[in-house]
């Protein structure tokens, strides 16, 4: 058995992102069909313990002291350094290692692993004090929700789980701006949790769209709708800093106030896509993960805005998820029920996006498949050519 595992272990150490994703789903799958009654039990009865003890051990630094240090560390060593009781750090260690979030090297010493170094990246803390200060609540009340609702696929954003989980009548979006600790978290895991490699700009011909000699210095040039704290507009500016026209990021009044990045030759200003958008006949209007937060009408109501500021050679690209017909993955699955519970909303096909695009009078014009094992994707959009 040994020399098994050795050899998957072997062949992982130079596979590619994609077959790494695809070797992790088929060892689950492997591990889930050996499982008894009894491992299934606690693997979900536990569930919950899991994300609480990852947040304490990041609230405490156990994971930066473990993995800031050269070799081992005992019980006593790690409990010295985040001022803890070496009782209950013991108990903490132990249980860390059942799930692989460090490693017991030999009794009472411990090692940071992988999994430990993954927990110390900033976009990481962010995102899990985002799903486990937020995201979970609606996730506990997503049962009684469904159920009131008699099983019917939601569409009222103004009624969702976590509306019921949070006793608010108020947006997401909104709770977040008045909880600023939780908009802070959300707007770091946006602007982070991208690898530089896995971009729009990879794939899409900027050049080549604009090289027609349409451009110039007062016209748009690229308008991200919904762009978060402006990461995005600046790489744009810094891959192409010679095309001539304004780079702009919108976004809503607290983000745009209290985060936005402060980069040269992007202007930053505050818009609600749901009035009609301010800046007329960009060459560019994009957004990423923005109509995935809403449900039909709303995004029909958000494209028809863009449509109407459209000149004839702009082009709207939507970065989106686009599910495959089957076999869709974890992630993306888990995103689409995460965005009905928040916002009544959903993940979507390439003909959900079609049929969404073409309502507003508007065409697909081409998919650029930039992370096919996350079905990430720009779609080109444009107004009708006899329009
Ligand atoms: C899922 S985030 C995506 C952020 C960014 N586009 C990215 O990909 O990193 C959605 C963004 O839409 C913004 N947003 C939500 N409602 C909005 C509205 N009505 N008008 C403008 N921006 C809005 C949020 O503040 C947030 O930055």
Known sequence: ????????????TTADRDTRRSLIASLRKLANSLEDTVGTIHRYGHIDLE????????????????????????????????NVDPQLMRRFLRYYNTINVVTEVSAGRFEGNNITKNLTEKVLEAALHHYYELVSGQYRTMRSYLKANGYQNPTDETHTAFHEAFNTHVHPFQWMTEHPHLLDHFNTYMALRRQADLSWLTVYPVREETAGGGMTADRALYVNVGGGIGHQCAEFRETYPDIPGRVILQDLPATIERRALQTAGVENIAHDFFEPQPVKGAKFYYMRGVPHNHPPHRVKQLFANIRDAMAADSVLLVDETVLPSTGVGFIAASIDLTMLGAFASMERTESDWRELVESVGLELVRSYTYNASDNETVMDIRLPKSS
């Open 51 to 82: 994300k609480a003890m990852i947040q304490i051990g990041m609230d405490l630094g156990i994971f930066k002291v473990l993995t800031g240090t050269d070799g081992p560390l005992t019980v006593e060593e790690v409990a010295q350094r985040t």
């Open 1 to 12: 058995m040994e020399t098994a595992f050795d050899e998957i272990a072997q062949f992982a």
